[in-house]
């Protein structure tokens, strides 16, 4: 049997302690992890995030050993049109949109795709590196030079995305192809945690031995760092072992499959 590169994970999706419902929504299994997060403010986050967590995994399931960047692509893009199918349904769902940060593996070849401010991280050999890039207009202002990183972490307008899935622009996610090695350990998060958690923070609770620490002590730390926000987190070690078939964890708002548009819709992509 051929040995492949997996991840081995534990995740954890919290309402918080300020909002009443949950609109992050996730899944993680042993070739894919995702996490999106219904944009703040806008009308059914948690549809737009369940949807798009469950079209993106339906897409992974279907299509063992496809290409991992192409595939996370399209199914973005199927994700919009899922939203935009959803909004003709339903008007009062006019402005629904969500991030996702996805990590998806065929077993040799890895890839992220990142729309919006979600953030996965990685943790290699005790060293902390952000792969993802915010695609908020702080975020864009600080790569101009216009405002400091003090400055960005105190801005009204952190929260402002430029980039999500909805059902008005057709998502062109940034895919960055990753070397991922046996011992890595990724942590893909929901801005509930990034918002109150430091880099340093991070990089201490990520080096915990075992994953459900790790889990649980993030989402306890950014609870009590006085986090206003859903908290979602994902911690994965990328391990080599024998191909298994895929299945995975659903979070959050994704559990109830009332929040997806339309399950039947989702059949495989015979382009993937």
Request: proline share 4%; glycine share 8%; aromatic share 2%.
């Amino acid at each position: 049997m051929s040995v492949v590169l997996q991840f081995r994970f534990d995740a954890r999706s919290d309402t918080g302690r300020v909002r009443t419902n949950n609109e992050d929504s996730g899944f993680a299994g042993p070739y894919l992890l995702c996490v999106a997060d219904g944009v703040g403010g806008a009308a059914a986050g948690e549809i737009a995030s369940a949807t798009t967590t469950y079209v993106v995994s339906a897409r992974a399931l279907a299509h063992p050993g496809h290409e991992p960047g192409r595939l996370l692509a399209l199914a973005a893009r199927e994700a919009h049109a899922q939203l935009v199918a959803g909004v003709a349904a339903d008007p009062h769902r006019t402005g629904m949109a969500t991030t996702l940060t996805a990590v998806l593996t065929d077993g040799v070849h890895s890839a992220l795709a990142q729309v919006g401010d979600s953030r996965a991280y990685l943790l290699r050999a005790g060293e902390l590196t952000q792969l993802s890039h915010d695609q908020t207009l702080v975020q864009e202002m600080l790569d101009a030079g216009r405002i400091t990183e003090a400055e960005a972490a105190a801005s009204p307008y952190r929260h402002v995305v430029m980039h999500a899935i909805d059902a008005d622009e057709v998502p062109e996610p940034d895919i960055l192809m990753l070397a991922l090695q046996p011992g890595d350990r990724l942590l893909l998060c929901s801005d509930g945690v990034t918002d109150v958690l430091s880099a340093a923070a991070l990089q201490m609770l990520l080096g915990l031995d075992a994953r459900s620490m790790a889990t649980d002590r993030i989402v306890r730390a950014a609870l009590d760092a006085g986090s206003r926000d859903n908290v979602t987190v994902i911690v994965a070690d990328v391990v080599d072992a024998p191909g298994i078939v895929a299945n995975g964890q659903v979070l959050g708002a994704g559990i109830d499959l009332d929040n997806v548009v339309d399950p039947s819709a989702v059949r495989p992509l015979r382009s993937a």
